[in-house]
């Protein structure tokens, strides 16, 4: 489906990312930044492929913050602007997003944010609604496809008629949810605007920022009012039960009475939940004798409900937070129809609704791709290092080498906290430290923390992973990455200078591949003390193949010559080793060709070709 179809009245079947994209692109956004995480990856990802054919300012920033400031920046300057990051990329764009909520942004700010309960691909379950709080952002939450769209083409119009950043807040099952969406009117994007002058406005010294605050409220107030009446937040059926939801929930909810008509209860949906709108809450509640509350993770509705029956001396039981309705992990059909069972005091249901839970999936560990370069060098540097060492991992791939055999990640915390949180550790113990960082997370923060290193004397061996791409989230192009591959601009910023004007001398670079490389530069660094970084370079293999079109058919393979690789298998835990029988086999399907076995078991040999 083209996205940039100008046709209103088509319909196509689209991921709730890609109806995002439709909603800005409805709106006439102007400029887009992001960093890529998932689950918002598609919605970046999607402008880039688009890029080329609109006429939006498009760009991958270095980290959240850069994406924050750049869109902000525009968005002072009259352009519509839209930044995309996942929940914990906030906590990086939290400085300059405090202080844009504060002077406002004329041209319109909408900042995606994707929160993802239940952990699939983050290190945490951190609720950004507190942000929203936090900042005073207004914040819309689509529950469907079609609200994704319509949300976001909405948010803009609000954000440039209240000069005030806004938030549209989904979830995992929201951005990667298919619903059917019609399109509206295609504006043209809005690139170019005016800059009015004002620093009493803009220029956020303390006594601006005083001043600011107070404004901030006040604005906040207007657009409480406005809200009470917004048709994002509706009411609809009867009885003197009532449920209020939002986000995803809303979904579920839906879901149960559908499946369920006899139930009788009076639902609120929440589609723009801040500033909470007060006098529609209250309203509802009038004549319900009990509520339930449906939210994923924090209580943040629930509590102010309860606040609101507190003020106004109403007897409404509130129900919200328990053993079905946990702080953690997403909710389902199946959580939302028990919780709703009880607040009707029926019998619980027996029916297993089609949720998560219903499926019997057989567990799959993480485990790198068969042929990754991360697991060579994880392989060479366990074995001159082993057990005694302390390895400091990132975010990227290559966390994923923190279970045996591997064993290379003992702590982690966040992007670019490998460098200085190992060197916090190897203050503390005796033992040596190994921290690693992939090329995308170098650029991203690695690099302040490398400086902070040389200039405080920290002992510390870093090893840089440089796969030419940001593997985790869906190969998107970063500053290590010639861009001429995608047809644009080429040139690219090489790591290894970089390194050296931050003042690293003991620096060595090998193929990742080369397992005599390796051993010699690793041998030789780890008889060094202070700054030492080895810059490790191999292609994604998955990148390799989907991007630089290399093709499988041309690839190298391997052959066992006898059982002794059973070994290596342990050694080596490559996806593409497989036992049948007890015998040690080879998936010719899934092997990469990446020769590492080969140079680590004299039993596996390079396949011979008749």
């Not at 952990?119 to 689509?142: F, I, K, T, W």
């Not at 939302?336 to 949720?355: D, K, Q, Y």
């Not at 490559?574 to 007890?582: M, R």
């Not at 015998?583 to 070709?609: D, F, N």
């Amino acid at each position: 489906m083209n996205l940039l179809d100008p046709d209103s009245g088509t319909k196509a079947l689209l991921l709730g990312n890609e109806a995002i994209v439709r909603g800005a692109l409805e709106a006439g956004v102007g400029l887009v930044s992001c960093y890529p995480g998932t689950p918002s990856s598609e919605v970046p990802d999607t402008f880039f492929r688009l890029s080329n054919r609109g006429s939006f300012h498009f760009e991958y920033s270095i980290n959240e913050k850069v994406a924050m400031e750049v869109a902000g920046g525009a968005a002072l300057g009259g352009v519509p602007s839209l930044v995309t990051m996942k929940h914990v990329g906030v906590n990086v764009a939290a400085a300059p997003l405090m202080t844009l909520a504060h002077i406002g942004t004329p041209g319109g700010l909408v900042i995606l944010c994707a929160d993802d309960p239940g952990c699939h691909s983050s290190q945490n379950e951190q609720d950004n609604r507190y942000y929203v709080r936090l900042a005073g952002l207004p914040c819309l939450e689509p529950s469907t496809a079609q609200e994704c769209k319509d949300m976001t083409r909405e948010a803009f119009e609000l954000s440039a008629r209240w000069q005030q950043p806004v938030m549209l807040r989904t979830t995992t099952r929201i951005n990667h949810m298919r619903g059917p969406v019609v399109f509206g009117p295609l504006t043209p994007a809005k690139i170019q605007g005016t800059f009015e002058k004002n620093p009493q406005r803009y220029v956020s010294v303390p006594a601006v920022g005083r001043v600011r605050h107070r404004a901030l409220l006040a604005n906040l107030e207007k657009i409480r009012d406005e809200i009470n009446y917004t048709a994002w937040n509706r009411i609809h059926g009867s009885g003197t039960a009532g449920v209020i939801a939002s986000g995803v929930s809303r979904a579920y909810l839906q879901d149960v009475l559908t499946l369920h008509p006899e139930m009788q209860v009076k639902v609120l949906e929440l589609g723009l939940g801040y500033p909470f709108p007060y006098k529609l809450v209250a309203d509802f509640l009038q004549g319900l004798d009990r509520v339930l509350v449906l939210e994923e993770l924090e209580p943040i509705v629930e509590n102010e409900v309860r606040l609101i029956c507190q003020k106004m001396r109403l007897q409404t039981l509130i129900q919200g937070k328990d053993q079905n309705l946990p702080l953690w992990d997403e909710y389902s059909t199946s959580a939302v129809s028990r919780a709703l069972h009880g607040l009707l005091e029926l019998n619980p249901p027996e029916e297993n609704l089609c949720s998560v839970e219903s499926r019997n999936l057989p567990g799959r560990p993480p485990n790198l791709c068969a042929g990754c370069p991360h697991r060579s060098v994880y392989v060479r540097v366990r074995k001159i290092f082993g057990d005694e060492a302390v390895y400091s991992s990132d975010i990227g791939c290559y966390t994923l080498g923190m279970l045996p055999p591997l064993k290379t990640a003992d702590f982690l915390l966040c992007m670019g906290s490998s460098v200085s949180a190992g060197c916090g550790m190897s203050k503390a113990v005796k033992e040596p430290v190994v921290a690693f960082i992939g090329d995308s997370t170098f650029f991203h923060s690695g690099i302040t923390g490398l400086i902070n290193a040389v200039y405080n004397d920290h002992n510390l061996l870093l090893v840089i992973l440089d796969n030419r791409t940001t593997a985790m989230t869906g190969h998107q192009p970063h500053p290590g990455v010639d861009q001429s591959i995608f047809d644009r601009r080429p040139g690219r910023i090489e790591i290894e200078p970089l390194v050296r004007a931050a003042g690293v001398e003991q620096i060595r670079r090998v193929k990742a591949l080369n397992q005599k490389a390796l051993t010699k530069a690793l041998e030789e660094l780890k008889d060094m003390s202070g700054v030492r970084v080895l810059i490790a370079d191999e292609p994604c293999p998955l990148f390799a193949r989907r991007i630089l079109g290399q093709k499988r058919s041309k690839k190298a393979r391997v052959e066992i010559s006898d059982q002794a690789a059973l070994d290596c298998l342990h050694t080596l835990a490559c996806p593409a080793f497989y036992l049948e029988d007890e015998q040690v086999r080879i998936s010719r399907v899934h092997c990469a060709g990446c020769m590492v076995c080969v140079q680590l078991c004299p039993s596996i040999k390079p396949e011979t070709r008749s």
